[in-house]
């Protein structure tokens, strides 16, 4: 047994289970954005990653985990896109069906991208209790497996696999900086990382109009997630129950950004670095760039997880 719902043990079974099914991600780097930041950052590119983000990887390794009695009655969650277009395709590769619960406030191209993987999108209004209350009731039409978008056992190791090939191609980094909404990716790259290398410093990044993880690190316990307002859409959601234990023991900080230091931040990364990215992956990038991070002492090789690309080219910020 473990403290955690996911241990390094989890992790390398989960990478053993989607390999050949999950991409392999780059690893990138940026002179211009190394001098700005004033250490060197590596950043491991999800947004290569199959349906655009790192999402696909606790995706893939959780909808090949069902049973197949289980398989069988499909899957279900609620997504405001990302984790929705990775159990789309996640489940296509698989031959299920899968019913996600989407907001009607998320972003066209990624509602798009799941019909197109052939998934069925049923839609609701924006809360977080109007997503649950939705799928609640598409899991009783249809009896389908749920899926937490991030508190979720496997869905947390399939994460993690992001740390173990960043490790595997950057060894001796000094901290990885990862983004922060329900805490899926950070605590599966917090779990992974500090087992292969102890003494490694995580850190998460948060927009400041959505800073419930910032607010629960420094009260000690979880703050819930109201009125979230931020570009980053994908940061928009509380902790979870599973997520938190390992934020609250392995994260070391929480980086809090401003909407101009996003957009900022992803601006240079498509000018200067060519890395095409959402706003919720420029958060990473922004804290890095954040003069509490940069004052920072003993860092200077930083592992930057930069979480997805799937970007509204209608509506960018600039």
């Given at each position: 047994?473990?403290?955690?719902?996911?241990?390094?043990?989890?992790?390398?079974?989960?990478?053993?289970?989607?390999?050949?099914?999950?991409?392999?991600?780059?690893v990138?780097?940026?002179a211009?954005?190394?001098?700005?930041?004033?250490?060197?950052?590596?950043?491991?590119?999800?947004?290569?990653?199959?349906s655009?983000?790192?999402?696909?990887?606790?995706?893939?390794?959780?909808?090949?985990?069902?049973?197949?009695?289980?398989a069988?009655?499909?899957?279900?969650?609620?997504?405001?896109?990302?984790?929705a277009?990775?159990?789309?395709?996640?489940?296509?590769?698989?031959?299920?069906?899968?019913?996600?619960?989407?907001?009607?406030?998320?972003?066209?191209?990624?509602?798009?991208?799941?019909?197109?993987?052939?998934?069925?999108?049923?839609?609701?209004?924006?809360?977080?209790?109007?997503?649950?209350?939705?799928?609640?009731?598409?899991?009783?039409?249809?009896?389908a497996?749920?899926?937490?978008?991030?508190?979720?056992?496997?869905?947390?190791?399939?994460?993690?696999?992001?740390?173990?090939?960043?490790?595997?191609?950057?060894?001796?980094?000094?901290?990885?900086?990862?983004?922060?909404?329900?805490?899926?990716?950070?605590?599966?790259i917090?779990?992974?990382?500090?087992?292969?290398?102890?003494?490694?410093?995580?850190?998460?990044?948060?927009?400041?109009?959505?800073?419930?993880?910032?607010?629960?690190?420094?009260?000690?316990?979880?703050?819930?997630?109201?009125?979230?307002?931020?570009?980053?859409?994908?940061?928009?959601?509380?902790?979870?129950?599973?997520?938190?234990p390992?934020?609250?023991?392995?994260?070391?900080?929480?980086?809090?950004?401003?909407?101009?230091?996003?957009?900022?931040?992803?601006?240079?990364?498509?000018?200067?670095?060519?890395?095409?990215?959402?706003?919720?992956?420029?958060?990473?990038?922004?804290?890095?760039?954040?003069?509490?991070?940069?004052?920072?002492?003993?860092?200077?090789?930083?592992?930057?997880?930069?979480?997805?690309?799937?970007?509204?080219?209608?509506?960018?910020?600039?």
């Amino acid at each position: 047994m473990t403290r955690y719902a996911a241990d390094l043990a989890a992790v390398r079974d989960a990478a053993a289970r989607i390999a050949g099914r999950a991409r392999r991600t780059p690893v990138a780097t940026c002179a211009t954005l190394d001098q700005l930041a004033g250490r060197s950052l590596f950043f491991k590119c999800e947004q290569y990653q199959k349906s655009g983000s790192f999402k696909f990887r606790g995706a893939c390794n959780a909808v090949m985990k069902l049973s197949d009695a289980e398989a069988a009655r499909g899957v279900a969650t609620h997504s405001s896109g990302n984790f929705a277009q990775a159990v789309a395709l996640a489940a296509r590769a698989r031959g299920i069906a899968a019913h996600l619960v989407m907001p009607k406030s998320a972003p066209v191209v990624k509602r798009r991208a799941v019909e197109g993987y052939g998934a069925r999108v049923v839609p609701c209004a924006t809360a977080l209790e109007a997503r649950e209350s939705m799928l609640a009731q598409v899991l009783a039409e249809t009896g389908a497996s749920a899926l937490h978008p991030y508190d979720h056992a496997d869905v947390i190791a399939g994460q993690g696999t992001a740390a173990l090939e960043l490790l595997e191609e950057v060894p001796d980094l000094d901290a990885i900086v990862a983004p922060v909404g329900g805490g899926g990716l950070l605590s599966g790259i917090a779990l992974a990382a500090t087992e292969l290398r102890p003494g490694i410093r995580i850190f998460g990044a948060e927009p400041q109009g959505a800073d419930d993880a910032a607010r629960s690190k420094q009260a000690g316990h979880i703050i819930p997630m109201t009125a979230p307002d931020s570009i980053a859409d994908g940061l928009l959601t509380s902790l979870g129950e599973l997520t938190w234990p390992v934020l609250r023991d392995r994260v070391e900080a929480i980086v809090t950004v401003g909407e101009a230091e996003i957009v900022a931040a992803m601006r240079l990364a498509w000018e200067r670095g060519k890395l095409l990215i959402e706003p919720s992956a420029a958060v990473a990038l922004a804290a890095v760039l954040h003069l509490s991070f940069r004052a920072l002492h003993g860092i200077e090789r930083v592992g930057v997880v930069l979480s997805g690309g799937n970007v509204d080219l209608d509506r960018l910020p600039w």
